[in-house]
Nanobody, 119 residues
């Protein structure tokens, strides 16, 4: 079982930057994809970005790709999400997640960290 703990959320203003971090424990994640999802108030959870052990990354939208950067430190079992040019519509609870080893099935979730962007 993988345990995930997010940190770095908070209240910021439009245009600010924020860095989210997620620490994983329980096992080495060499075969796991790590990623970030978010759930805005009244909306479904949506995919934000993911990254493989190799560093290959995927982003949900071009807008996110241009403003968000996902990275991982394989030695420390951490994944980060650097967010810039934040907008009020980025307000959400952000969740760290990992897949089952060797699959694309997201099965391990953190508790989430709140990001609020004021206008």
């Amino acid at each position: 079982q993988v345990q995930l703990v997010e940190s770095g959320g908070g209240l910021v203003q439009t245009g600010d930057s924020l860095r989210l971090s997620c620490a994983a424990s329980g096992r080495t994640l060499s075969s796991h994809i790590m990623g970030w999802f978010r759930r805005a108030p009244g909306k479904e959870r949506e995919f934000v970005a993911s990254i493989r052990w190799s560093g290959d990354s995927t982003y949900s939208t071009e807008s996110m790709k241009g403003r968000f950067t996902i990275s991982r430190d394989n030695d420390k079992n951490t994944v980060n999400l650097q967010m810039t040019s934040l907008k009020p519509e980025d307000t959400a609870v952000y969740y760290c997640a990992t897949t089952d080893p060797g699959t694309n099935i997201w099965s391990n979730w953190g508790q989430g960290t709140q990001v609020t962007v004021s206008s």
